[in-house]
């Protein structure tokens, strides 16, 4: 089940703490005589109530259940999570947000976004299988570095064995649309061997899985995104691996390396749909043109932690990682890559690829005071290189320059506690120095083959958090927080559209870092049979990033001021009858920007930018070796307004509204039942039960004229899964 609680220091992962068994299984007894659960990504030890922002933690039993029916660790955050925005189910997390910001996505702490050339496949970096539970920090927060202006979602992946000797577990699935058509026909094949021989230890594995074509709820193939990629009609395969070895008694040394790959098979062509007459965009067998749409991550990283050093925690951790996202070609070829020194205009074919690689290093020490207790005090230190650029990779070409970037950050915290508990104040700073690094160059031809003077501007700013925390009785508490958080634009996106002679990047402020501030008021009951949370919250930032389809698919960026407020609400309730949860979430979010540079914003957030309304549903029920969970998901129809926006809007054809779209909302339920023999578990899962036809949120509220870009979700389909432990 999920687990929420607020935190407020929030950061890098610490893969080693006393409060953690090895496993990474959170250690009882914690306040209000429920499970006390330390959160990795917090960066601190402290318990969760004396910290004042929120936090959900989808633990292993909950996250094997979500991706069982729907396949990813992106899927199982959202569908959980009433504020985070529905999935596209492609491989392509663009325009999914938490909190209507762009989540940070992370391994043990490790960022895994490319916020330079933000190609939103950091959502599958790594299978599932290896996950052990899921942190997700809601709302900006500066201590955990570039990147998490709407939260970070925290994969944290198996632990170490505890026990000497040989163990493991495996996993085999078959997964079928609703007329178990050879098309729609999937599998998967996992397996993790885990070893423990005194002081060191040791944990392998790996997992591969092909996915076929979806059908939506009418029987007709899910339409082929061939540029942004696809989970359908594809392979993965994710390999990892932990090596640990137990220095002293409170001192252990940890490395993780992992490395991931999902290739669409090119298999299918698009066809194109009727976005006005409301014909979903569909496939057929063909060769779409170039190599399909791959994503691979490669990962590594080293932690050295030590519980009591000199009284107090001690973390660090050097990583490194590399991604190499490759999009796919295009039907006709795209009119920004023609060049007519190359090949006539509308002739040439190209696609693009992503290259990144970043690495760094994180540290923190924590203490309580000697002689003052009640003050726990944390210093900690991050830096993080990243370098990124987009190649066009049929003729060789950069579409965006390589750029380099570079943040230096100390920062401190500080916790002191208030008669006996009742009152707890949190806060800190953190001191971010950042440069970002471009040599000259010259955009496309059809940017106007324009050069750009390079640069290397640098920024700096003091980042501020605070809050505190009210705990009247064990178990009911009441937070009000402030945080700074920042990124960067998507700079890739910014400096490949420069069209105006004379561009010098060392004055160009487009690409000037995101801070945003997010402001927090919640109260939360965990009593009893009873864990109930309400939070508002509310955000803004005076150059947010704004993401703006252009009439030939390419986003663009725009620099404007942006503000959040929502409302969400949780509820679940274990009932009478023994092992059974009754569960509601609820998310409520406003959006605008400041389109007329006014001063003021004016004009809703549209579906690149921000997630709809939503009801969550569930029962969940365990009990012995049986368990079951029915779960619904409302997304509430959304009107986007704006100053131009026709006050009848009586014609949608109208030009003023054609590039305005609408949400008509859509309910999804699914289903999974599993029980436990002794010679493993089996589990039956069916995601959308009820066949519902639907067009996905992403495609319903953008590019309204796009008739490639008329996505429906995906039908019914069914999950027969085997698990087994040894």
């Known amino acids: 089940m999920n687990r929420k609680m607020t935190v407020a220091a929030l950061a890098c992962t610490a893969l080693s703490t006393p409060a953690l068994a090895q496993d990474g299984a959170p250690a009882a007894d914690g306040a209000g005589g429920g499970e006390t659960i330390i959160v990795t990504a917090a960066r601190t030890i402290l318990p969760p109530n004396a910290l004042p922002l929120t936090i959900d933690i989808i633990?292993?039993?909950?996250?094997?259940?979500?991706?069982?029916?729907?396949?990813?660790?992106?899927?199982?955050?959202?569908?959980?999570?009433?504020?985070?925005s529905p999935t596209r189910q492609k491989l392509s997390g663009a325009g999914e947000t938490l909190r209507g910001r762009s989540p940070l996505y992370a391994i043990n702490g490790i960022p895994q976004s490319t916020p330079l050339r933000d190609g939103s496949r950091d959502g599958f970096t790594i299978d599932g299988f290896f996950v052990d539970r899921v942190e997700l920090i809601f709302g900006s927060n500066a201590l955990q570095g570039i990147g998490g202006t709407g939260g970070i979602v925290n994969q944290v992946t198996v632990g170490a064995p505890t026990e000497e000797g040989v163990s493991g577990r495996a996993l085999l699935q078959a997964t079928a649309d609703n007329d178990l058509s050879d098309e729609g026909m999937g599998g998967k094949v996992a397996g993790l061997v885990q070893y423990k021989a005194g002081r060191f230890d040791a944990s392998v594995g790996a997992a591969w899985e092909r996915r076929g074509v979806f059908f939506d709820g009418e029987g007709r193939r899910v339409g082929i995104n061939l540029t942004q990629g696809e989970t359908q009609d594809s392979e993965t395969l994710s390999l990892f691996g932990r090596f640990g070895y137990a220095v002293t008694d409170t001192m252990r040394l940890d490395l993780i390396a992992s490395?991931?790959?999902l290739e669409g098979d090119g298999d299918y062509a698009a066809v194109a749909g009727d976005k006005l007459g409301g014909l979903p965009t569909s496939a057929e067998p063909g060769t779409p043109p170039g190599v399909p749409a791959t994503g691979r991550t490669e990962s590594l990283a080293l932690s050295l932690t030590d519980t009591d050093l000199g009284g107090g925690n001690f973390i660090s951790q050097i990583f490194w990682n590399r991604s190499r996202d490759t999009f796919g070609g295009e039907p006709n070829p795209i009119a920004t890559f023609q060049d007519a020194s190359i090949a006539p205009v509308g002739t040439l074919f190209d696609q693009s690829q992503n290259r990144s690689r970043k690495y760094g290093g994180k540290l923190s020490y924590e203490r309580a005071v000697p002689g003052l207790e009640a003050l726990t005090l944390i210093a900690g230190f991050d830096a993080l290189w990243d370098s990124t650029e987009q190649r066009l990779i049929a003729t060789d070409r950069v579409w965006v320059p390589p750029t380099d970037f570079r943040?230096?950050?100390p920062f401190g915290q500080a916790n002191l506690e208030l008669a006996g508990g009742l009152v707890r104040l949190a806060g800190g700073v953190r001191y971010e120095n950042v440069k970002i690094t471009i040599d000259d160059y010259t955009t496309l031809a059809s940017s106007g083959s324009t050069f750009v003077s390079g640069g290397s501007p640098t920024f700096d700013d003091v980042l501020l958090n605070g809050g505190v925390i009210v705990e009247p009785i064990p178990g009911i508490r009441a937070y009000a927080s402030y945080a700074e958080g920042y990124t960067v634009p998507d700079v890739g996106r910014i400096t490949r559209a420069v069209r105006t002679a004379g561009t010098d990047i060392d004055n160009f402020l487009d690409i000037s870092p995101i801070v945003s501030n997010n402001r927090e008021l919640g109260v939360e009951v965990k009593r009893g049979p009873l864990d109930a949370s309400a939070t508002y919250f509310w955000s803004s930032s005076k150059k947010g990033q704004l993401l703006i389809a252009r009439p030939d698919g390419i986003f663009e960026v725009l620099r404007q001021r942006v503000e959040i407020e929502g409302l969400e609400i949780n509820l679940a309730v274990r009932m009478p009858v023994d092992g059974l949860t009754l569960s509601?979430?609820?998310?409520?979010?406003?959006?605008?920007?400041?389109?007329d540079e006014d001063g003021v914003v004016e004009t809703d957030l549209?579906?690149?930018?921000?997630?709809?309304?939503?009801?969550?549903?569930?029962?969940?029920?365990?009990n012995g070796p049986f368990s079951a969970r029915v779960q619904t998901q409302v997304y509430l129809k959304r009107r986007f307004d704006g100053p131009e926006r026709r006050a009848d809007d009586l014609d949608p054809n109208h030009p003023k509204n054609l590039f305005r779209n609408?949400?008509?909302?859509?309910?999804?339920?699914?289903?999974?039942?599993?029980?436990?023999?002794?010679?493993?578990?089996?589990?039956?899962?069916?995601?959308?039960?009820?066949?519902?036809?639907?067009?996905?949120?992403?495609?319903?509220?953008q590019r309204p004229t796009d008739n490639f870009f008329n996505f429906a979700g995906r039908g019914r389909s069914f999950t027969l899964g085997w698990d087994y432990r040894f």
């Open 662 to 701: 609408d949400f008509d909302g859509y309910t999804i339920t699914d289903a999974i039942v599993r029980y436990q023999t002794g010679l493993g578990g089996v589990s039956l899962a069916v995601s959308n039960l009820f066949d519902k036809q639907y067009i996905s949120y992403a495609s319903d509220t």
């Open 59 to 84: 633990d292993k039993d909950a996250l094997d259940q979500q991706i069982a029916i729907s396949g990813s660790v992106t899927d199982a955050v959202a569908t959980l999570s009433p504020s985070f």
């Open 259 to 261: 490395r991931f790959e």
């Open 584 to 595: 509601a979430g609820y998310a409520h979010i406003i959006g605008q920007f400041d389109e």
């Open 606 to 622: 549209d579906g690149a930018n921000i997630s709809p309304d939503r009801l969550n549903l569930a029962a969940s029920y365990a």
């Open 407 to 409: 943040s230096l950050a």
